[in-house]
């Protein structure tokens, strides 16, 4: 289950949580830092380091709840986890 940028990173993208990240799974997108959860190696690198603590995970319910905000402002893009890589546990 990987790692998720909420909300608070929008209009921020401070950009310290890719500088620590291991594998590179952050991407940014037009308001917003993105982590690419098949890419996400779910090591927490990236939680302790952001400012306005937008990075949360690795849990189904938290996933659930990003990626439906997410999809609906950058459907059809790869910036965000669309529906089919959300779990139920």
Same mark, same amino acid.
């Given at each position: *289950?990987? @790692?998720?940028?909420?909300? $608070? +990173?929008?209009?921020?993208? &401070? ?9 590179? +799974?952050? @991407?940014?997108? $037009?308001?917003? #830092?993105?982590?690419? /959860? &098949?890419?996400?190696? &779910? ?22 709840? *990003? ?14 986890? /669309?529906?089919?890589? #959300?779990?139920?546990?």
């Amino acid at each position: *289950m990987a @790692y998720v940028i909420a909300a $608070p +990173c929008i209009d921020v993208k &401070d950009k310290a949580c890719v500088e620590v990240c291991p594998v590179d +799974c952050i @991407y940014e997108g $037009p308001t917003q #830092l993105f982590i690419h /959860p &098949d890419e996400c190696i &779910d090591c927490g690198a990236c939680e302790p380091v952001c400012p306005v603590n937008s990075v949360a995970g690795p849990h189904p319910l938290v996933i659930s709840g *990003m990626g439906s905000n997410c999809s609906q402002r950058h459907a059809g893009t790869r910036q965000c986890p /669309p529906s089919t890589w #959300l779990s139920s546990g």
